[in-house]
């Protein structure tokens, strides 16, 4: 998967695509990958890098949401439950099970927690990841031996996945290209293009790289740019309402020492509906999360020291020795876009439902949702798109659509053994190599040092202060692969050298 032969494929072009999609998070994607699938001529457009946003910056589970069972949201977690064992078999690569404890120190959160759990399985049916079981307190501390002990009744074991929310996006992107879909990162849309009834028709784009300008005609376009979309929205209408209630989530990612094992910790309730995880994640522990309401969308959010404040001290509250503002190695935010509903205040009453909504214009947006349900929601999305278009109907064949990115790992290791030095780990920290970023700029479509750093690697979101280190070695590399100068160099280093200090915090 190349750029360069991406942008030949749209100078080859000359009459509309069937469709054009507006954003490159897992909404885009799995769009992309299923309009692809079935036959349809695709091209996705992404301002920035694929998954720059909330896509990126998720708790890394693959759920069907306890938390929406408790607020009576059964068709959610049903639909959710489905989703989540499609997932696991069409990524099994990315998608791995993941067991959680609720710790249980008040008399009535064993038997309550408990059968809201066997709820949860009966829900889930055949789709399972592995049943509930009340834990007792020796048990609960076997398999959590950094758990805070005075009080601990025991706990409640269930079962949910876990995944790498980057990795599965690069692997739907180059899904789709696979089947025939035209991808763009640095892409930025503009504005749209209508007919003389008004009707939207197309895109107008700028290529971030070289300031060209593209139009892209196409039979239906689709808004999938999550907390963005009322901006795209009002391209077309400028006085399009409001759909998008965005709230920021942050993470704290810590040592492995937090939590030693291969068992997660949730606590369902810590304020204003929130739920609280400590969760093992590529040899460290991610803490997590908190759910802000912000006045607007940005595409790169920063953790307020108020929520760094309420998940270090919540932590604090569940683990035998508190993690404080020296222990966290990275901390990164997220926003959610929640879909508005009413005047509610509070966004974390407010479930992660999906939307599918088209503007007199013709614009197709789809937003809300969630990691796990990303797959269904492209099906509605392209099953109303190509209707809304005329477009022939086809049968969405993703149900049983394999994910590629499987054999990238042994990709890798072959590229490593040809040339010499690729091996070589980036930085002792953590597991990256030189062949990781070449094969980032080859196959999936890296273009900068934050791209192969914060996404096709994690190290940025692992340990900012290391990823930093790494800087100099990857700008070299990509400047060899890409055929960037020098200077290029210095500023990429530069650039990612003031990114990180948003993943840092301060210290007293």
């Known amino acids: 998967m190349n750029r360069a032969d991406m942008l030949a494929r749209v100078t080859k072009r000359h009459e509309p695509w069937d469709l054009a999609i507006i954003g490159g998070g897992a909404t885009g994607a799995g769009i992309a990958v299923d309009a692809a699938s079935r036959g349809y001529a695709v091209v996705l457009l992404e301002q920035s ?3 720059k946003g909330t896509s990126s910056r998720s708790t890394k589970l693959v759920h069907g949401g306890v938390r929406y069972l408790a607020q009576g949201n059964i068709s959610l977690v049903m639909e959710a439950l489905k989703e989540r064992s499609i997932l696991r078999a069409n990524a099994p690569h990315l998608v791995t099970d993941l067991p959680l404890i609720v710790p249980a120190y008040a008399r009535w959160e064993r038997p309550y927690y408990g059968a809201g759990l066997k709820m949860y399985d009966l829900l889930a049916g055949r789709c399972t990841f592995g049943p509930s079981r009340l834990l007792s307190r020796a048990a609960t501390l076997d398999r959590l031996p950094t758990i805070r002990e005075a009080g601990l ?3 409640i074991e269930y079962h949910d996945g876990q995944f790498d929310d980057a990795r599965l996006l690069i692997n739907l992107i180059q899904t789709a290209a696979e089947h025939g879909g035209t991808v763009l990162n640095y892409m930025q849309v503009e504005g749209v293009t209508t007919t003389v009834n008004g009707k939207v028709d197309g895109v107008v784009a700028r290529d971030v790289e070289s300031g060209s300008e593209h139009r892209f005609g196409a039979r239906v376009v689709v808004n999938a740019t999550g907390a963005f979309v009322d901006g795209v929205r009002r391209m077309a209408a400028p006085d399009a309402d409001t759909l998008i209630a965005p709230s920021q989530g ?12 291969d068992t997660a910790i949730m606590v369902p309730r810590v304020g204003d509906g929130r739920v609280m995880f400590a969760i093992p994640w590529q040899g460290h522990t991610l803490l997590g999360t908190t759910d802000t309401p912000v006045r607007e969308a940005v595409l790169e959010p920063a953790a307020l020291e108020h929520e760094i404040d309420f998940v270090l001290a919540t932590a604090g509250r569940y683990l035998r020795a508190a993690p404080s503002r020296r222990d966290v190695l990275s901390v990164f935010a997220g926003i959610r876009p929640l879909v508005r509903k009413g005047g509610t205040q509070i966004t974390a009453a407010l479930a992660r439902d999906h939307t599918l909504h088209t503007d007199p214009s013709g614009l ?3 937003t809300g949702g969630k990691w796990t349900t990303y797959r269904r929601m492209a099906e509605e999305t392209v099953d109303h798109a190509a209707a809304s278009a005329g477009l022939p109907a086809r049968r969405c064949v993703t149900k049983r659509l394999r994910i590629q990115g499987g054999d ?6 072959a590229l490593a053994l040809e040339t010499t030095g690729l091996g070589e780990r980036l930085h002792a920290a953590l597991p990256a190599t030189a062949a990781d970023v070449v094969w980032a700029a080859r196959e999936e479509m890296a273009r900068t040092v934050e791209d192969v750093l914060a996404r096709r690697s994690r190290a940025l979101f692992l340990n900012a202060a290391v990823a930093r280190d790494m800087a100099p070695r990857v700008a070299s590399l990509l400047a060899k692969e890409l055929g960037w100068d020098d200077a290029w160099q210095r500023r990429e280093v530069e650039s990612f050298a003031a990114l990180s200090k948003h993943y840092l915090i301060n210290t007293p």
């Open 49 to 51: 890098d694929f998954g």
């Open 153 to 155: 009744r025991g706990g």
């Open 250 to 261: 942050i993470h704290l990612v810590v040592d492995r020492s937090f939590l030693p094992g």
């Open 364 to 366: 197709v947006t789809t």
């Open 408 to 413: 990238d790992v042994a990709h890798i290791r």
